[in-house]
């Protein structure tokens, strides 16, 4: 009988964002004439680089001319595309990646929870609480969710938590972290790395916020620490620094010297391969040919001008919190500001008085979990403009605090 | 303990496509000198048309503006996308589709695999022999080949299977068929409506050739029979008409009033969106504004070009072979000849024979299922040209055999 994946019904009906939509719809339509500021999304608004849109429309040109035209492209990525990521890799951290190890996809999102259908359901998986609340759907619906191993993120830690204490089958972990703007420093990752090479457990690493990590103290990919090439899988994306969110376009870094679990090295790379072949027909080949001048060296250069523009922003938001008296995580190395609710607030009760006193959107801190309660979330990533009137407005609803 | 998904093991290492290419690569090796004509592929050749190209160069150059730029995107797709093809749908199958029924997806081959994933697997399913070799692989991965059932297709039916003498779970159905050419009229797919409607079976109707069908007696959506929005989801794509296999877009329909298996009405398109929010992230922004100019009035007009220029192809393939004496089937309303081999050969021994005599690639029918054995597949894809090169180089190895 045809019926539905059990894990479906585990699921919360709400998600966080659809809330908080709901939540600013119902006041706009109270407060038609209140302009508001939007510090709650981790969405950008930067223009593409004019080099990457050059790219993109050339690629077009192509594709409209009976010469260059092509059809299906490899599943798996343009080669040029995957050597300009290794080359990359491999001239930063002098690691040895050859193409076979890298897969292109349509952003990190689809991989975080496609990838965790090659194993057998049931795993036992950590994850950092609070943490990107899409990872605990993609653990519910593909049935790894019944034995979550919360990795705490609290003020006294900063928000790197300490390793499991009971051996995990996977671990995702997210640096510099979303939501609490947290980086983890050499020491702290290897001590990750070191865990999961003496207990075959395989570390998924989120490292879309890399990007913005200025200070040298903080790896920005896992494979600067040595032996991580044999336990995590990293998945990136574009979506931030080149301003990529509706074009899609990511990859994901699968070692051939992976070992974990149950594996032999190569098996996890060559299943994922047949898993892409079979399930997925490649990104779009323009935001391919984008991607690749993206992350040229001149496509870096400008495309580090929205990290920089952000990150200003951030400080902003960081440096108007502070003087406010909250007590602030995150803001460096990251587009997230991370603070405790004044006078003992719930997430959602700040929420409603940010929104009703400062007319400002922020992302309260319990939707990323538990551990999120009594926190919210500002994001650097609006318009200078918008973030200097939020802050504004910030300070001014403050006054009404004291 | 980190393990593979056993499914993974159960399915077989070779797949068609990469084995011609084995083949035709080491032929060429040996014979560097010799051009080959590729009818093997089902691969677009033709260019995109001009108003598509031209949407898309805008969408760039509006995403490379500060006022014009957005993040992301919806995940179900935009709304005037959606629009024009539920209007389309609505003004030539006089149905009454609204946006939440229809989501955009990234090309056909992801949702066909993905949707299984929202049952429990263990499924009865029902497929055609022959049929596309990624059904099985994906029939495999999801759980869901141990019980397979198979709709016989052959020279007697001309390919249109009878409806299985069992109740199943679900039914994959793919008219205009690939790799068969066969059409279902509307009386053959109204046969299998109602008994999907009497057994409460979910069909799911891959359409991506519906666009090749020129003559009115044959359906070019399932949803022209009555009752099929009550149990079928219709899964299409641009590929074929607009030359998007590199641009992947596509879209699934999943109409509200589903009704099979165990759930109620609503209930298959709400588990499906909490999916493709969860794990997807839309299809590219610059694919999908190329997509809605494809679909406009002008759009399909200046596509169908690409159609009529494939179907002119496959004609004369069609009369080649029938000149040459082969038994055919398809290539009208179809973008395939489906031919039985000659002298009894085995499909990869025609496939070795026309390689080497006729420098012409085709896929063996055995590829495509047992039931393909002793057949072969062309294709009408191919530049002109190399049609009408391939064709005579045909027919002198013909004479060989007489």
Known sequence: MLK?????KLLNTSYLFPEIKRKVALFSSEFPNITLFNLGEGDTTQPLASSVSKSMIKKIEDMSSDKAYMGYSDPLGLATLKSQIASNYNNSYAKNFDLSEIFISDGAKTDLFNIQAIFQSGMKVALQNPSYPAYIDSFVINGNANDLVYLVGNAENKFVPS????????????????????????????????????????????????????????PRSIYEIPGADECAIEIQSLSKIASFPSLRLGWTIIPQKLLAGSFKRREINNIWKRRQQTAFNGASIVSQAGAISALSDKGLKECDKNIKYYLKNTKLIKNCCEKIGLECFGGTNSPYVWCKTPNKMTSWEFFDFLLKEANTICAPGVGFGSLGEGFFRLSGFAKNKEVLNATQHITKAFLLLK
């Open 4 to 8: 539905t994946n059990q894990n479906y």
């Open 163 to 218: 390793l499991p204490t009971q051996r995990v089958d996977l671990m995702y972990l997210c640096f510099p972290n979303n939501p609490t703007g947290a980086s983890a420093s050499y020491v702290q990752l290897k001590q990750f790395v070191d865990y999961a090479l003496k207990k075959r457990t395989l570390i998924i690493y989120d490292s879309v916020y890399s990007w913005f990590i200025e200070d040298p103290r903080y």
